[in-house]
């Protein structure tokens, strides 16, 4: 499974890349803290894979990267193969680039 820090996914961000953030947390956990994904809980990632693209790459995240590592499982089930997980999650992210951004 290929991963990506949060520092490179920061890169990406500021650099505007095109690529698609996934966020499979629950609603509640996306609105306490997000970092702009698109929201695709790991419960419905299956019925709702027709969101996510298979054209360029995609970062997968979730609290602490293994929600993520999950639903990248189950995508690469479907034929997936541009996807990346996000090592640590959210937590990592705030850690490493947002102290500011609420964990819980």
């Known amino acids: 499974m290929q991963e990506i820090t949060v520092q490179e996914l920061k890169e990406k961000l500021d650099s505007g890349e095109d690529f698609q953030l996934i966020d499979v947390r629950e609603d509640f956990e996306y609105e306490t803290s997000n970092i702009g994904g698109q929201l695709i809980p790991l419960g419905g990632i299956l019925i709702e894979a027709d969101k996510i693209s298979k054209d360029k790459p995609v970062v997968v995240m979730c609290r602490s990267g293994k929600r993520s590592a999950a639903a990248i499982m189950q995508l690469e ?26 964990v819980y």
């Open 77 to 102: 089930q479907l034929g997936y193969g541009n996807l990346s997980n996000l090592q640590g999650g959210i937590l990592a992210w705030a850690a490493e680039i947002d102290p500011d951004i609420q």
